[in-house]
């Protein structure tokens, strides 16, 4: 389903982890946030499309809540928190990173 986005984030990604490392000698960091689903109006809408319109829209939630280890959806504080923390001194030694928050969604290992 994101096959044409999949693409230009790979490049995003190698583009940002480059310029990080020489952005970071000027005390300027560079990192990616990469969100889950999180219990958003736009995840919601996702829903409602997904369950057409006689399908059950919390039937589709409960699905996809399901697969998701922490289980449940982030909240956007959540993601606040996160990119206030990247945003921070506290996170100045860190740079050109990937950070996944998703609940453990991602199955793999990197």
Known sequence: ALALSNGARSGLTGFVAGLARRTVAHNVTINNLLPGQF????????????????????????????????GRFGTPDE?????????????????????LIDGGAYPGTF
């Open 39 to 70: 219990d958003t109006d736009r995840l919601r809408a996702n829903f409602a499309h997904a369950a057409g319109q006689d399908g059950d829209v919390q039937a589709v939630a409960e699905r996809r809540r399901q697969q998701i280890p922490a």
């Open 79 to 99: 993601f606040g928190a996160a990119c206030a923390f990247l945003c921070s001194a506290q996170a100045g030694y860190l740079t050109g990173q990937n950070l």
